[in-house]
């Protein structure tokens, strides 16, 4: 099976029960359905709940950290400890090219997120959107090998695929690296160690080739694995098992095949 490491179920317009039975029939599953604030943590919740192979995150996203209080990382927690399905916190990070929510409340929330991943022992899904350096610098002052790192739709070049390889950081790869365009995308997934790789969907956003623009759904990560295949000169079947066992293995999950 190829595991979706992170969607946003909760998102996608169609039934979710029909979203996770086609994912299934395409040979995907499990499917981390990730959390971008507070009401759509209790519904990632709620789905992981309800269907069988659908883990999911807590978090705040980068874009939505305007408004956010102290109370409301209490209430993560309180989330997070609400359910075994829990297996990730996040999505956090940095976002410059929207600018949605000021940096600052962007770096405070990313703060706190750390640091319930640490308290609560999860990986962090990091969400790094033209603030490589910021992002760095954060985890470097927030994460000491404690809890697993997860580059989220990796975007970076050379330099921060180096020092993230360094770290022991994961990085999952999305639509774009089917994108007839995304030469140097294709080249970082080439490169990224095999224990360390993993594929997403990011639904309903970045679908793939042939399907870019359109909504996107969990099932389209086989599109995704089968470019990163493709870099990385690798038969569909060695990426699966890799992304089976990476997938198991950092979020603690049962994924057939690992
Ligand atoms: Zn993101
Ligand atoms: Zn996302």
New binding site residues.
Partial sequence: MIPDS?A?LDLIEEETGTVVASALKAGVSPIIT?A?DIPSSIAAINLAGTYDGVYCSVGI?PNDTGGVTPEDFDRLEELALSSRRVVAIG?TGLDYYRDRSPAESQKQAFRAQAALAKRLGKPLVI?DREAHDDALELLTAEVHGEVPVIM??FSGGREVLDECVRRGYYFAFAGPVTFKNSHVTREMASLVPSDRILAET?SP?LSPDPFRGKPNLPERVTLVAKAIAGARGISFEEMESRLAENTARVFGVPVEGA
């Fill in positions: 992170h946003h990730i971008i996203h999505e969400h989220h739709c990011d956003f």
